[in-house]
């Protein structure tokens, strides 16, 4: 498992651009991902381009972060 130092590094050192499933903590405790494509990573916080649009997160509230690979291509109709 990816702790979260590891996966805040991840972002860090990812270029932007990357296609990302990030896991973090909102302010209440749970826990949501944020799947997009990583658009800027600082000291302190992450932007990542999702469908719903760009969302910030603390890196110190990231559980983990990894690399995925493309969407799927859309199904013929």
């Given amino acids: ?6 996966g805040a590094q991840f972002l860090r050192g990812a270029a932007s651009g990357t296609r ?3 896991r973090h903590l909102l302010d ?3 826990a949501t991902d944020a799947l997009g494509y990583l658009h800027v990573a600082d000291a302190t916080h992450c932007v990542v ?3 719903r649009g760009l969302e910030t ?3 110190s509230a990231v559980i983990l972060a990894k690399e ?3 969407p799927p291509a859309p199904r013929p109709r």
């Fill in 1 to 6: 498992m990816v702790s979260e130092s590891d």
């Fill in 20 to 22: 990302v499933v990030v």
């Fill in 28 to 30: 209440d405790g749970m």
């Fill in 49 to 51: 381009a999702t469908k």
């Fill in 57 to 59: 997160i603390a890196l």
């Fill in 68 to 70: 995925v690979p493309p």
